[in-house]
Structure formats: C-alpha cells, structure tokens
C-alpha cells in the first residue's frame, strides 16, 4: 500500500514535444504529491508539487494532473527541451509516525533530443 | 544558503572495511534523512531525525548500518562492515518539519563502491 507506481522507465522526446510521465498511487492517506528532478551527480530537487484537493497545477512549461478518484497523477513538460534531460521522480507522502513520511517512484529517464 | 553538504563525494573501499559518510544539513532545518539510491531498489529511506533524535530508523538494512546526529549541523552514517552489496549513493536530504510540509532539500550524494 505504501507503493507509487511510475512510468515509463525511460522516455525520448523530441525538442519541443511534450513530456509525459504518469504515476499511481493506492494508500488514500497520501495528502502530498511532488515531484523532483535529478540531474546526473546531482541530489534530487523539488520542482513540483500538487496537494489532493486540486485537479492541476501549473508552473511554467510544467503541470502536475492530478486524478483523486483513480489515484493517478502525471507530468506533463510542454515544449521540452534538451536542458530538461533529467530523471524524474513522482512521490506521495503522508504524515506518519511524527513526520511527512515521503514514498517515491521508481523514476523515469527523459531523454530530449534535439 | 549552501544547501546540504555531503562528503566525500566518492568513496571506494574494500569489503569488510568501516566507511563514514557525512552530511552537514541546512542551517535553520529540523529533520534529517539519508536515503540510499540504486537502480534495482530507487530512492530508499534509511533514517529519519528530527531535532538531532533519530524518529524512524525502520529503514536501516541490517546492524551493520548506524546513524548519528550529535548536534543540529551534522550527521554520520556509518557502515562496518561494509559488503559489496552496500555499493549505491547515499544521499543525506534536510528540512524543516512544521505546521506545513516542507520540501526535501538533498545533497549531492555520496557514491559508495565497495570491493
């Protein structure tokens, strides 16, 4: 229950196309959904983040969808460019155990090719 | 704001041997993680500290692994001994747990290879 699902595993997307990467959630107790961007040898960084009680969010090129009642949410990276290769991680959190416990995906590799 | 201070940024030891991984969080921020990466297992919680007082270490793999925290600006991770099978990055990430959710803020890991 206390799995995010995430997909694809790799994606390549042209300059300019737009990026998507899906996750699935189970546990209903997850109040808080971010994502977070990984540049090779780098940590993790937040770039997005959406809360339940809101069907999207948009910063810039990038929206969170949000799906309460299927327990789904995705990105979408509108007018990808080739500085947007990263790994992404979807993740869920909850408050457990006296903190906001976080649970991530097993995150997605997106290539963008110019 | 340097952000999160990880070191070394790279380790290579032998099986067997002690390895310290350390982690100098952001100034002001109350809780630590260290998580461990690998691409058989991805991002994996090992401990959880707030306020210097380890809250969660469910994560930690086996005695081998041990955490510290003896003040609010610095942390150690500590294998021994180490295993070939402990080879990953071990990232350390701080923030500050309040009324709000509060980001993750990581280091830039520490690339563990042990021999």
């Known amino acids: 229950q206390q799995q995010v699902k995430q997909s694809p595993q790799s994606l390549i997307v042209q300059k300019g196309g737009i990026s998507i990467i899906n996750c699935a959630y189970e546990n209903t107790a997850f109040d808080y959904f971010p994502w977070y961007q990984q540049f090779p040898g780098k940590g993790p960084a937040l770039l997005i983040a959406?809360?339940?009680?809101?069907s999207e969010k948009k910063e810039g090129r990038f929206t969170i969808s949000f799906n309460k009642s299927a327990k789904q949410f995705s990105l979408h990276i509108m007018d990808s460019q080739p500085g947007d290769s990263a790994t992404y991680f979807c993740a869920a959190s909850r408050y457990s155990g006296g903190y906001q416990k976080v649970t991530f995906g097993t995150g997605t590799k997106l290539q963008v090719i110019p | 704001d340097a952000g999160v201070i990880q070191s070394p940024r790279h380790e290579v030891t032998e099986m067997g041997q002690e390895v310290t991984l350390r982690c100098k969080p952001i100034?002001?921020?109350?809780?630590l993680f260290w998580y461990r990466q690998t691409m058989m297992r991805g991002l994996e919680l090992l401990i959880y500290f707030n306020n210097n007082v380890p809250i969660d270490d469910s994560g930690m793999p086996e005695d081998r692994f041990s955490a510290k925290m003896p003040n609010a600006s610095f942390s150690t991770l500590k294998i021994q001994p180490s295993e070939p099978r402990d080879s990953a990055v071990y990232f350390c990430?701080?923030?500050?747990?309040?009324?709000?959710?509060?980001?993750?803020?990581f280091g830039n890991g520490t690339r563990l290879t042990v021999t």
């Open positions: 990430a701080s923030s500050f747990s309040g009324f709000s959710v509060s980001p993750l803020h």
């Open positions: 959406i809360r339940p009680d809101v």
């Open positions: 100034s002001g921020h109350n809780s």
